[in-house]
């Protein structure tokens, strides 16, 4: 799997992730794309991947597999701090 | 699986819920739990799964299995209204 094929879940707003997850499957003919966050943004990551398969892939793409994991940083504190993290796989149907 | 062995994620201490995973497995001898939660409380949820296991029951129990999903209901104001949910199943090593 290539970075192409991951789509990191932030701020922006929601429809660009869709739209971005969509595109991978419909312009850029991808087999699989990874959509990736950490934190808060965890619950976001699994609305654009039930907004994008079930509005606008129905049929065509789903859930392959979903792994969840913690990642631990320094803060700017320098204190350790611990972060989960969601990998959710969406393959062609 | 019974009701009993699942834990709907809210809004109460973050603690409480982690609490109430390890009782399962440590107390009352569960063989499997079911984290689940919708909405917001889906980033929760991943951290609840990820503190269990990882600081209070590593070795003994780990994440079997992610399921991700849509749940429609009627708001306030009789609109029809879309929410993610995942559940996340605990499972003994």
């Not at 290539?2 to 850029?28: L, R």
């Not at 966050?37 to 039930?50: C, L, P, T």
């Amino acid at each position: 799997m290539t970075s192409d094929n991951s789509i990191f879940i932030g701020p922006k707003p929601f429809m660009n992730y869709v739209t971005a997850v969509v595109m991978q499957f419909t312009m850029k003919n991808a087999d699989e794309i990874v959509i990736k966050a950490r934190g808060k943004f965890i619950s976001r990551a699994v609305d654009v991947a039930e907004v994008a398969t079930k509005r606008f892939l129905e049929g065509q793409a789903g859930v392959k597999g979903i792994v969840t994991g913690s990642e631990e940083f320094q803060n700017k504190e320098g204190k350790l701090v611990r972060v989960s993290a969601i990998e959710i796989t969406l393959g062609r149907k």
